[in-house]
Nanobody, 120 residues
Framework: QVQLVESGGGLVQAGGSLRLSCAAS????????MAWYRQAPGKQREWVAV???????NYRYSVKGRFTISEDNAKNTVYLQMNSLKPEDTAVYYC??????????????WGQGTQVTVSS
């Protein structure tokens, strides 16, 4: 079983910055990709950014140039640096990780979410 714990959310004014962290622990053999999603009130969860084991990254168009996803492989941790935040970035942000848990088992785990609120 793989657990993900997010931290770093909070309240910030428009134009400000926040850095989210997500640490994975448990029966991890390898991680293929880690990603961030978000869900605003009354809306569906949407993908924000992803980083693969090779270090390749991709971003949702609306956050490209403002958000940066990075990882610390030694710590099985992924980060999301969010700059120039906008009120429309307000949401609960969720971390997701997928990979191998050993013994030919795979995992796809979610964190509990962290609230990001951007005031105008």
């Amino acid at each position: 079983q793989v657990q993900l714990v997010e931290s770093g959310g909070g309240l910030v004014q428009a134009g400000g910055s926040l850095r989210l962290s997500c640490a994975a622990s448990g029966s991890i053999f390898s991680i293929n990709a880690m990603a961030w999603y978000r869900q605003a009130p009354g809306k569906q969860r949407e993908w924000v950014a992803v980083i693969t084991r090779g270090g390749n990254t991709n971003y949702r168009y609306s956050v490209k140039g403002r958000f940066t996803i990075s990882e610390d492989n030694a710590k099985n941790t992924v980060y999301l640096q969010m700059n120039s935040l906008k009120p429309e970035d307000t949401a609960v942000y969720y971390c997701n990780a997928a990979g191998a848990a050993g013994s030919n088992r795979s995992f796809n785990s979610w964190g509990q979410g962290t609230q990001v609120t951007v005031s105008s």
